[in-house]
């Protein structure tokens, strides 16, 4: 019997709209239970000792490459000596340090050509993520995107709540890698997972952290993260971590 080409479209319509995936990226999942619901929680593992942290973008920059209209004969601007390899200053290490770190976004706003030019390469702020540092593990990063700052300090201050009712408190999909953080009275557990690395031996990874501890390290964490922040703007006289100002309100470049 033919089928017309409106059948067809009805068979190939659905399959159009599925989201690729490697063939056992959904066993690896279900290995732990659907991540859509809570079956993974009970397998999951005690946390490795960790370590909470608010975590400042302090990247390189190199004119005339990462703005189109730069000037190459402009000097680019190095990492600042205690970024990590991915350009990110641990608000613990940024503690005394605030002049310095200051001082290295001030180089970054010299280099750019224009301050409106620099606002859309870095679409309006430089992110503040939080990082749990777990031991002899990969770690587990919470990007906060625009509103980085004010979105670190949301996620601490109810981290830091033991008293804030069971909640799923961070869901990030972003593209094939995935968290979700979700607390309970006692626990606050974790479950991480790559569809692009479905065989690695620590995908998916469920972890499970001890409330009051983490809350401990999470009001610390929102205390540093503060007092970093307040330097900061404080000494270029503009918010770059959180949505920009107008661009007539350039930060201070001179001291």
Not at 76 to 81: D, E, H, Q
Not at 176 to 205: I, K, S
Not at 224 to 234: E, I, Q
Request: net charge negative; proline share 9%.
């Amino acid at each position: 019997m033919p089928v017309s080409l409106a059948q067809l479209w009805r068979r190939w319509w659905p399959r159009a709209l599925a989201p690729i995936a490697p063939a056992d990226a959904h066993e690896t999942v279900s290995r732990l239970g659907e991540a859509d619901t809570t079956d993974w929680m009970p397998s999951s593992r005690p946390s490795p000792p960790f370590r909470l942290d608010a975590c400042f973008e302090a990247p390189h920059y190199v004119p005339g490459w990462m703005l189109a209209d730069g000037s190459r004969e402009t000097p680019p601007v190095a990492l600042t000596p205690f970024a990590n390899d991915f350009g990110y200053v641990r608000a613990e290490t940024a503690i005394g340090q605030e002049a310095t770190l200051a001082e290295h976004y001030r180089r970054i706003l010299l280099a750019a050509p224009s301050w409106r030019q620099w606002r859309e390469a870095h679409r309006g702020c430089f992110d503040v993520d939080l990082v749990i540092y777990i031991e002899g593990e990969h770690e587990l990063r919470l990007e906060m995107f625009n509103g980085a700052a004010c979105g670190a300090g949301e996620l601490l201050a109810l981290l830091a709540d033991v008293d804030a009712p069971p909640d799923t408190l961070y869901d990030n999909l972003d593209q094939g890698w995935a968290l979700r953080m979700v607390t309970t009275p006692d626990a606050v557990f974790t479950l991480e997972w790559d569809w692009e690395r479905p065989a690695a031996d620590d995908c998916p990874r469920a972890l499970r952290f001890p409330r009051r501890e983490l809350a401990v390290q999470a009001g610390d964490a929102l205390a540093r993260l503060r007092h970093v922040h307040r330097a900061l703007v404080r000494d270029l006289g503009a918010d770059l971590w959180n949505q920009p100002p107008e661009p007539e309100r350039k930060p201070k470049t001179r001291r």
